[in-house]
C-alpha cells in the first residue's frame, strides 16, 4: 500500500511544487499584465506584488486552481 501512494503522487505534476514557485515561474513566463488577462482576478490586475497574490491564492480555491491549471498548460507548451 505505500508503494501505491508514492506511485500516485508521483504522477502529480504538482507534488512538491510550491505555489510561490508556481507563481514566480508565471509571472517570469507571462508578466502580469498577460497573467492578468488569463486569470481575471484583481490580484493580478490592481498593484500586483508577489505577496500580496499569494496571500489571495492561499485563501481563495477556485483561484489557485486556476493558477495551477496555467502553470500545467505552460509546463505541457515546454515538451
Known sequence: MEENKKQHQSNDPLHGVKLADILEEL?????????????????FNSNPTTKSSLKFLRRTPWAREKVEQLYLRMLKDFK
Open 27 to 43: 509571472v517570469a513566463y507571462y508578466g502580469w499584465e498577460e497573467l492578468g488577462q488569463r486569470i481575471k482576478i484583481n490580484c
